[in-house]
């Protein structure tokens, strides 16, 4: 098979839109085209029941009922309405009162999408933990059972993470929350549709989750929000035509959620394959880099990982330069949202990576549409251009020589 360059190893930023989604989607643009809302006409009729099919769908990749499904514009809009909320909703005082308002529960190395909220509500009167994860990027239901307070009102604790794969503990973490009628949301958006998800025993109240990353499209997502033991309740952040039971108002993305509802339908069906295979992908991606390089690190725990993310030091190179000397391949240095800038991501610094080696981490992130083929000329390329790279590097030169660069005290000058 002959490979077609670049080729693209960026799927946890987002993914190709499966071509079975894109042919699911396509009379809705045209032929099915009314809006789910007209209760008075067929037009109206059949467009609902694209969308309640979508509903189905989703609802059954996550062991919900269809209820619980809400429809958004993403997980950015998902995680925004679970954290708001949810915050505002179980507020222990009014705005303005000057009192605490409720203690909320994250983690410093969420996405930008949960950090983001959840600063904005410390500005409202709600006070906010963030916990530091282990040196193996996990957040446990011990730390989080630590930083418990009887005002806490809400935990919000991805399901994985975006920039190094790991795995936290979210059933025990659920489990706690419903001990103590605390309110469990996770951001579930690089966890669904990869791994097997049930929000009855996996003890999620809210889900966050994205077309986009499940070779759906994107501008859609999904909010899953549970009714029963507890029955979650939400103030709204939008309001209007009331549409999705009164907390999402505005005419449905007819086109893009039966689009996400294929998307999860595929994903049901061929998950236990695509992540033996992916997980086969990126033991051989990381076995060969490790094999074929001094002076690299994976980071991230070695097992409690999705199976589709590999995030690697390369001592002595910097991140940005060997993405330009490898541009055949797309990947990623930090966050796609962070990549703009130049300090090293935040995700890598709150695991405890020095400065030097955050900014010589570059994500590879595997998906449905990659083959073997791509993962070989990935070992060739990222090898040779990492030894490439550090002949040039006098840091290089001296850490082969035996000095210990960590030691030297460096002339101002
Ligand atoms: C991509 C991503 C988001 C944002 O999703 P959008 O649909 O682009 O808004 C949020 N959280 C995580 C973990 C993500 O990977």
Redesign the pocket.
């Given at each position: 098979m002959t490979l077609t360059k670049p080729i693209y190893f960026d799927n946890?930023?987002?993914t190709k839109c499966d071509p079975r989604v894109v042919e699911a989607m396509l009379p809705y643009f045209t032929e099915i085209y009314g809006n789910p809302g007209s209760r008075n006409h067929s037009f109206g009729w059949v467009a609902e029941d694209g969308v309640e099919t979508a509903r189905r769908q989703v609802a059954d990749l996550l062991g919900a009922d269809r209820k619980e499904i809400i429809f958004t514009?993403?997980?950015?809009?998902?995680?925004n309405l679970a954290i708001k909320g949810a915050a505002s909703m179980y507020a222990k005082h009014p705005a303005g009162s000057g009192k605490c308002r409720g203690h909320i529960i994250t983690a410093m190395h969420e996405?930008k999408?949960?950090l983001d909220p959840c600063k904005r509500l410390q500005k409202e009167g709600f006070e906010v933990t963030y916990l530091e994860p282990g040196a193996d990027g996990l957040i446990t239901a011990k730390m989080v059972e630590d930083a418990m307070r009887d005002d806490t009102i809400l935990v919000t604790i991805?399901w994985?993470?975006?920039e190094i794969g790991t795995i936290n503990e979210i059933p025990q973490i659920g489990a706690l929350c419903h001990d103590r009628g605390v309110i469990f949301h996770t951001?579930g958006?690089?966890w669904v549709g990869k791994m097997p998800t049930d929000v009855n025993t996996d003890n999620v109240d809210l889900l966050?989750m994205?077309?986009?990353?499940l070779y759906g499209p994107?501008?859609v997502?999904a909010l899953y929000v549970r009714r029963r033991r507890p029955r979650v309740r939400l103030t709204a952040i939008q309001e209007g035509g009331g549409q999705e039971r009164g907390m999402r108002s505005g005419t449905l993305n007819v086109t893009g959620i039966v689009g996400l509802g294929k998307a999860c339908e595929i994903a049901s069906q061929e998950m236990d394959s695509e992540r033996e295979r992916l997980l086969s992908l990126r033991t051989k991606l990381e076995s060969g880099i490790t094999a074929g390089l001094s002076d690299v690190q994976v980071n991230g725990h070695a097992e409690k990982r999705l199976p589709h993310i590999s995030n690697i030091s390369y001592g002595f190179v910097e991140g940005e330069s060997l993405m330009m000397a490898c541009k055949d391949i797309a990947m990623s240095s930090g966050?796609?949202c962070t990549s703009a800038s130049l300090e090293p991501s935040y995700v890598l610094k709150a695991l405890g990576v020095g400065d030097d080696l955050a900014h010589s981490s570059l994500r590879m992130s595997l998906g449905r549409f990659n083959t073997e083929e791509e993962v070989d000329f990935a070992i060739e390329q990222v090898i040779k251009s990492v030894n490439k790279l550090r002949e040039l590097s006098p840091l290089y030169d001296m850490h082969k020589e035996g000095i210990d660069i960590t030691k030297i005290e460096w002339q101002a000058h």
């Open positions: 946890a930023a987002t514009s993403g997980a950015t809009e998902s995680n996405h999408a949960t991805m994985a993470n975006n951001d958006t690089q966050s994205s077309g986009h990353k994107k501008g997502g966050s796609a």
